[in-house]
């Protein structure tokens, strides 16, 4: 069985400064990872995702994670933030089967606040 | 751009009543989910569907629950007989199946079980 967790619930920061979200995973087989994003009212979307190759992958608005298998951490990273950053973040999973479906299994996400 | 919606955005019932939430997934995507979030708590798998059957169910999905596809566009989700543990927000999602295991999901349907 796989599970994620995401050591903080709530992290407040102010506008400009970086920010890390810590994700750390459990999975007895390869997984795929991913961060979704929740803004207020609205559904989840993804930021980012690792299937293979570079440890580090981007975002289009700055954010950044880095696969770290020895730690079986996945942590997500903006060197500096703005107020429209400020949302839900979700880590979550998939098993590996080689192919593009299963089911996503979430931690129970951390709540960004960027206060100016 | 191409997006889930979900109907309605709020539905609040009595317990024991049944409940149909909605879903209108990408329309040319293959594979389809429902996870739940209890307030305060994760975002727990629900079921996925594919092919006009259900290809993997959590065990919160009993035989309470039932999904299906009645039009080819539409994706439901039935609670047959609400209790007041299943208030939580219902989230839809569609993946292509082509690659790149993107989950596209919807904003959610928020029951509330008086």
């Known amino acids: 069985a796989q599970s994620v967790t995401q050591l903080d619930s709530q992290v407040p920061v102010f506008e400009e400064a970086p920010v890390e979200l810590r994700c750390n995973y459990s999975?007895?087989?390869?997984?795929?990872l991913f961060w979704y994003v929740q803004y207020p009212n609205q559904g989840l979307q993804l930021l980012l995702k690792?299937?293979?190759?570079?440890?580090l992958v981007e975002s289009i608005n700055g954010f950044e994670a880095e696969f770290n298998k020895s730690q079986t951490s996945f942590h997500l990273r903006k060197p500096s933030v703005h107020i429209s950053d400020t949302a839900e973040y979700f880590c979550?999973?998939?098993?590996?089967?080689?192919?593009?479906?299963?089911?996503?299994?979430f931690g129970k996400g951390t709540k960004l606040s960027v206060k100016p | 751009e191409p997006e889930v919606t979900q109907t309605p955005s709020h539905q609040v019932t009595q317990m024991g009543q049944e409940v149909i939430l909605r879903c209108v997934p990408i329309?040319?995507?293959?594979?389809f989910y429902w996870y739940r979030q209890i307030l305060g708590q994760k975002v727990e798998f629900l079921v996925s569907?594919?092919?006009?059957?259900?290809?993997?169910k959590s065990e919160i999905f009993d035989d309470q629950f039932s999904v299906e596809r009645p039009d080819g566009s539409n994706f439901t989700l039935k609670i047959r007989s609400t209790k007041l543990e299943d208030s939580a927000m219902y989230f839809c999602?569609?993946?292509?199946?082509?690659?790149?295991?993107?989950?596209?999901f919807g904003p959610g349907t928020r029951l509330t079980v008086l």
């Open positions: 690792y299937l293979s190759g570079s440890t």
């Open positions: 979550a999973v998939i098993r590996n089967y080689g192919g593009s479906q299963g089911n996503l299994i």
């Open positions: 569907f594919y092919n006009n059957e259900i290809s993997e």
């Open positions: 329309s040319n995507h293959l594979y």
């Open positions: 999602a569609s993946e292509g199946g082509v690659g790149g295991n993107e989950q596209f």
């Open positions: 999975s007895s087989v390869s997984v795929y």
